[in-house]
């Protein structure tokens, strides 16, 4: 009789399997920093580039496996890479296309965190950078120099909303070899193909980044990114960067995501209905200047929006009449009940942020206070009752 092993060792090799096939709505969570290898000549044989197997926890799971390959179908790409948030998808972009004497160049309206990246980070390692109006696609060709090796483009802006020409900013960039990089938290991969916008794939972008954090998530409690292509060799490039970074996502935020990804597309629509509802209603309102959502006409960039998407995300911008002192629109924020104040997209809950558009766009002619809305799950009469007392609370009667 051979001898039983010690308890922890049968507890930690017990020879059970639980029998295959098991199959359920959603995918199983796997969770691992080590990978077991059957054999020495498995080991030997991993492969980083293809997925084909497993080596290391941070290198793919089943889980992550699984979530980049949705993330990817959503997106209209081939490959996806899954990063710790939204910023960080940014920053893998950059530092993996990006060396000593190059120059990227960004949007003036771009997520500001991604220009500090530019301004505080990128210069330290020899990487230049300047800004371009997107509104201008003359701007852009103006912009591109011999050391340009990645544009960055957003649609839409950042707070502000304009929605720029899409197609003609890639068609530029294409023309003199720069490689181009979208952020498209906004289209979240439901309000136009990131890789041919508005039907024409010759106008797609080289690679599209998300913050999963907004729209895949929509819980308010995940922060994660995506990094897709459709180029095999760009993004073997960029999953070398990501390797070699260090760059991983848990499990359980993985899970979160897969929970989360089929009802996208509804959440986006049901998002999208409500913000335009709002967005509608401040039109009428004496105390704003601009209601700045891209799908309202007259709203800077509409046309381009019209004309590349179908839907628009459940956000929007109302820029104060100059003659209201910031402390009154700070009074109004202050003065809201349902909507809280706070960063970030997407979440059940609808939000409010103050900007002074002098500090976000320095050198640009946008002046004044802008509040942004982020549309949550709340009835629309609810927070228009909400808008509506705030404004009385801040404003009078
Ligand atoms: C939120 C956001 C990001 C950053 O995402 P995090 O996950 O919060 O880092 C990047 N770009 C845009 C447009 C965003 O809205």
Not at 92 to 104: H, I, K, R
């Amino acid at each position: 009789m051979p001898k039983r092993p010690a308890l922890p060792t049968e507890l930690i090799h017990h020879p059970y399997t639980p029998p295959a096939g098991f199959e359920a709505p959603q995918p199983g969570v796997f969770k691992a920093s080590t990978v077991i290898f059957p054999n020495t000549a498995a080991l030997q044989a991993r492969d980083w580039k293809e997925k084909n197997g497993y080596t290391y926890g941070l290198h793919g799971t089943p889980t992550t496996f699984t979530l980049e390959e949705r993330i990817a179908t959503l997106e209209g790409g081939l490959h996806t890479l899954l990063v710790p948030s939204g910023l960080a998808a940014i920053t893998l972009v950059d530092t993996s296309l990006l060396g000593q004497g190059d120059e990227v160049l960004i949007p003036d309206n771009a997520y500001g965190p991604g220009k500090e990246l530019a301004r505080q980070e990128l210069k330290r390692w020899g990487i230049a950078h300047r800004f371009y109006d997107a509104m201008d696609p003359g701007s852009l060709a103006a912009a591109i120099g011999p050391a340009t090796r990645l544009v960055w483009l957003e649609a839409p802006g950042s707070i502000t909303m304009e929605f720029p020409d899409l197609p003609a900013l890639v068609r530029i960039a294409r023309a003199r070899g720069v490689t181009t990089a979208l952020d498209n938290t906004w289209g979240a991969g439901v309000a136009f193909d990131p890789f041919a916008p508005g039907g024409d794939g010759a106008a797609g972008v080289d690679i599209s980044v998300q913050a999963l954090t907004k729209f895949p998530s929509g819980g308010g409690d995940v922060l994660m990114g995506s990094v897709t292509t459709r180029d095999d060799a760009l993004h073997l490039r960029l999953k070398a960067t990501h390797m070699h970074m260090g760059w991983g996502v848990g499990a359980n935020d993985a899970e979160a995501l897969l929970r989360s990804l089929p009802t996208v597309a509804l959440r986006y629509a049901a998002q999208d209905a409500a913000a335009r509802e709002l967005a509608r209603w401040w039109q009428g309102r004496l105390e704003v200047a601009d209601v700045l959502h891209p799908a309202l006409p007259g709203s800077p960039g509409h046309a381009h929006w019209l004309r590349n998407c179908t839907a628009a995300a459940g956000l929007f911008s109302v820029r104060f009449d100059e003659r209201h002192p910031v402390a009154r629109v700070h009074a109004f924020v202050d003065a809201l009940r349902l909507f809280r104040i706070g960063y970030s997209w997407a979440g059940p809950v609808s939000l409010a942020v103050p900007y002074d558009l002098s500090v976000i766009r320095p050198g640009s002619s946008w002046r004044g206070t802008l509040v942004r809305f982020s549309i949550g799950f709340e009835a629309v009469e609810d927070l228009i009752a909400d808008l509506e007392q705030a404004l009385v609370a801040a404003f009078g009667g």
